[in-house]
C-alpha cells in the first residue's frame, strides 16, 4: 500500500505462485514430490478469446471440470494470457507451443516471444517447439531455465530437462504426451 501520512493512496493485489519442477529417476518432479502427468491437447474450433467475464468463467469451469476428471496438464498453442492466469489459479499445468501452422522460422520466433510474456507463470511445465533441434532448445534455454522443452510431435518427441545448460534428449515419463 502506498501511503501518506495516515490515508492510504493507492493498494495492489498480486496473486503469486510457487514451484519447482525437477527430475529424479527418469521422473518429473513438483515441489520435490513425484510428478504423474495426465495430459491433454484441447481442440478448439475457433481461437479461444476472453473478453468479458462470463468468457473468464466459462474458461475457469472448463479447467476445474478438467481437473476434477483427473487432467493436471494441458497442451496449449500460443494461449491467450488469461487462459494461463486461470490455469494458475485451477491448479493446472501448461505446456505451451507456438501456433501449428507457422513456419519452422516463425514458430521459433513466436515461442521466444511467448517465454518472453508468459515465463512468469507457474503453471507452466514445458515449453514446446515442434520443429527444431538441440542448437535451438540450448538457446531458447538461455530465456527460461526453470522448465522442461519439448521437441517434436506425438511418438517422436524428446524432452530437454529444465536446468542443463547443453541438453540432451529424454524419452518422455508415461502421460507427459497427450492421447491422440
Not at 22 to 49: C, M, Q, Y
Not at 93 to 108: G, H, N
Not at 119 to 138: K, V
Request: net charge neutral; proline share 9%.
Amino acid at each position: 500500500a502506498f501511503r501518506q501520512a495516515l490515508d492510504v493512496l493507492d493498494t495492489q493485489e498480486v496473486t503469486f505462485g510457487f514451484r519447482e519442477f525437477g527430475w529424479k529417476d527418469n521422473a518429473i518432479t513438483l515441489n520435490g514430490l513425484p510428478f504423474s502427468p495426465v495430459a491433454v491437447a484441447p481442440k478448439f474450433p475457433l481461437p479461444v478469446v476472453i473478453a468479458s467475464t462470463q468468457d473468464t468463467e466459462r474458461a475457469l469451469t472448463s479447467f476445474r471440470r478438467l481437473k476434477q476428471a483427473g487432467v493436471n496438464l494441458l497442451y496449449l498453442d500460443a494461449p491467450h494470457p488469461e487462459l494461463l492466469r486461470i490455469a494458475d489459479e485451477a491448479g493446472i499445468l501448461i505446456v505451451e507451443s507456438p501456433r501449428k501452422e507457422l513456419s519452422p522460422k516463425a514458430a521459433e520466433a513466436e515461442l521466444r516471444a511467448l517465454m518472453i510474456r508468459d515465463r512468469h507463470h507457474p503453471c507452466l511445465l514445458a515449453w514446446r517447439l515442434r520443429e527444431g533441434n538441440a542448437r535451438q532448445i540450448a538457446a531458447l534455454h538461455t530465456l527460461d531455465s526453470t522448465r522442461f522443452f519439448l521437441r517434436g510431435e506425438g511418438a517422436a518427441t524428446s524432452l530437454y530437462r529444465q536446468d542443463v545448460a547443453q541438453p540432451d534428449s529424454l524419452v518422455p515419463p508415461p502421460g507427459l504426451l497427450p492421447a491422440p
